[in-house]
């Protein structure tokens, strides 16, 4: 007998667990929130980008056969471990990933990307954001080397097209509302869609549905003041509907409920993301530039680390500035670094000839304060240690506050360049209680028969920042986990 499982969620997660299920027999239907216009959560507006434990050459070419002997010849990937993982995890998390969970990602990173792999989705190094050229050898660096063909878009088109071929029955603008059952077992949903609300019975429920980002009253609620104010990076669907919905049959919740992954995003972007433009409203090449308020003030390390380290962390610091707004100068130097997403029309950009120039056409600056505070870290600059923006390069400043660790060059070469920029908000951390096999916990602390959880809704692993590309490894990992756990 087929069991019957119902995935709530048309993201990344979503379409793994719902593959995973429909490969292991059971019968599957995926309920998506969003018309199939707008479908495909978050995971549509990512690049991508997917982080994987590998040992290099071997395990790449395995997954990206298509790269050319000629590429793999120039190409330095390195390698990056399970310690360096787990590493990375701990470090950025301040040691508060629940290690259960932590291992389970992982150790199933690669194993998963494989399995993507079989299920249709074609990889390919990341080459424009985390590479560059040296002495005509590409290097890798910050251990994350694989982004899914086509980006988020190609990921979720592909997986989107297995799901068919592989049976399941997909069904857009159905908005799940609530669980049928409680902590003793879930047994159906109700749903709501253009033809009326209905009840469906299933043998088990997946929820990957998102986290709470695009609910302004909830980030007021959970995040904090001013965090209503924050730009949402992507789909206007994940308003925390799986948590509340759980949470009402007795889920427990948890995690850094207070925590998110914020970047920062053209001041003037809309209130939710457009698929148009993805995700090149982000602007990602603060570490070789000065980050500055409208008073004038500098206020972060803009080269504490890799910008994967530290970029899920300022948006959170520019929210916390006046205006909710921050300014990133450049000079001339800094042309062939800035990433592609600089050069979009709708870039929030002022220059000028001098300083003085630039300061006055960035809208409400205080010019003396700012014309100050760049003079003053151009004399801080350790203009001894060479720029080398492949490695932290140890190019800081001396006795400045903040201090800027690497990558730090005076700003001297007109023309000068400021981006404005604002916070946008990429998804929540905190979330439900799941084991490392993908199923609900209790508030009793028991497992819920009949329900698992993927993806961003997922609780506990990761706190105050996560290494950037776990969150698509993390939705594939245990949505395919849940996926086959729930057809057993
Ligand atoms: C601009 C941007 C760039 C990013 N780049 C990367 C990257 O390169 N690498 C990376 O690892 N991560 C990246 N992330 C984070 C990544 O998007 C998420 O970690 C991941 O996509 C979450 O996948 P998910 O399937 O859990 O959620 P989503 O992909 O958001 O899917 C959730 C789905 O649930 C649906 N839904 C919500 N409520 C209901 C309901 N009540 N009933 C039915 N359906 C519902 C929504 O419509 C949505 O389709 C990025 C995020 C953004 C916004």
Known sequence: MHKRVIVVGGGNAALCAAISAANAGASVTLLERAPEPLAGGNSRFTAGAMRTVHAGATDLRNLMPEVSDAEWARTDFGTYTRGDFLEDLGRVTRYRTDPELAERLVDDSLPTLRWMRQQGVRFLPLYGRQSFTVNGRVQFWGGLVVEAWGGGPGLVEALTERARDVGVSIHYANHVRSLTGDARGVTGVTVASPVGTRELSADA????????????????????????????????????????????????????????????????????????????????????????????????????????????????????????????????????????????????????????????????????????????????????????????????????????????????????????????????????????????????????????????????????????????????????????????
């Not at 929210?319 to 450049?330: I, K, Y």
């Not at 409400?364 to 923006?389: C, K, L, S, W």
């Not at 998804?427 to 009793?444: E, K, M, N, P, S």
């Not at 602390?445 to 993927?454: C, N, R, S, T, Y």
């Open 205 to 488: 429920v997946i929820l990957a549905c998102g986290g709470f980002e695009a609910n302004a009253a909830w980030r007021a609620r959970y995040l904090g003041p001013g965090w209503d104010l924050a730009r949402v990076r992507g789909t206007r669907f994940n308003t925390g509907d799986g948590i509340a919905m759980a949470t009402a049959i007795g889920a427990a919740t948890r995690g850094h409920f207070s925590g998110c992954h914020a970047v920062q995003w053209d001041a003037n972007a809309p209130e939710y993301g457009d698929l148009t433009v993805g995700d090149g409203f982000q602007k990602h090449s603060y570490p070789f530039g000065v980050l500055v308020n409208n008073a004038g003030q500098r206020f972060v390390d803009e080269g504490a680390d890799f910008r994967n380290y530290t970029y899920a962390r300022y948006g959170r610091e520019v929210l916390n500035q006046p205006d909710q707004v921050a300014w990133q100068v450049f000079d001339a130097k800094c042309d062939g670094l800035l990433r592609d997403e600089y050069r979009i029309r709708e870039v929030s950009r002022v220059t000028g000839a001098t300083l003085e120039e630039l300061g006055q056409r960035m809208d409400g600056m205080h010019v003396q304060a700012f014309v100050d505070t760049i003079n003053r870290y151009n004399a801080a600059v350790r203009e001894e240690v060479p720029f080398n923006p492949t490695v932290k390069d140890g190019r800081s400043t001396r006795d400045l506050t903040p201090p800027k660790s690497n990558w730090a060059q005076t700003l001297d070469t007109p023309p000068y360049t400021a981006y404005q920029v604002g916070c946008g908000i990429t998804f929540t951390f905190g979330g439900l209680h799941v084991d490392a096999d993908a199923r609900v916990i209790a508030q009793d602390g028991a497992v819920i028969p009949g329900l698992f959880a993927a993806g961003e809704l997922v609780g506990g692993l990761f706190y105050f920042n996560y290494p950037g590309g776990s969150g698509l490894t993390s939705g594939a990992v245990f949505g395919r986990r849940a996926g086959e756990n729930a057809a057993r």
